[in-house]
Nanobody
């Protein structure tokens, strides 16, 4: 059974940093694409970033390029999302998702066609 558990969310001031973690169990991280998504109140879910550890390929939404960094630790079966220079508009519930066949293209928008999802972690950027 595939399980994803997000952690690391919280309250941070504008310009601050947070690192989210996505702990994956039941499968080997190496064989899957992991994506990060977010959903703010009243807004549609937005793809933030993805990574395919077997190829090293990654993707970032234009809104987070240069501020967010996705990384993975296969030994810990965990994917991280380092978020720097946070803005109020980054406030949302952040979800990680996993899929065996999803292609993490270097450009373009992420789709939500991931098979497995975590429960989410709240990130609030406010002074």
């Amino acid at each position: 059974q595939v399980q994803l558990v997000e952690s690391g969310g919280g309250l941070v001031q504008p310009g601050g940093s947070l690192t989210l973690s996505c702990a994956v169990s039941g499968v080997f991280l190496y064989d899957y694409t992991i994506g990060w998504f977010r959903q703010a109140p009243g807004k549609e879910r937005e793809g933030v970033s993805c990574v395919r550890t077997s190829s090293g390929g990654s993707n970032y939404a234009d809104s987070v390029k240069g501020r967010f960094t996705i990384s993975s630790d296969n030994a810990k079966n965990t994917v991280y999302l380092q978020m720097n220079n946070l803005k109020r508009e980054d406030t949302a519930v952040y979800y990680c998702a996993a899929d065996r066949t999803y292609y993490c293209a270097p450009n373009g928008r992420l789709s939500s066609l991931f098979a497995y999802w975590g429960q989410g972690t709240q990130v609030t950027v406010s002074s």
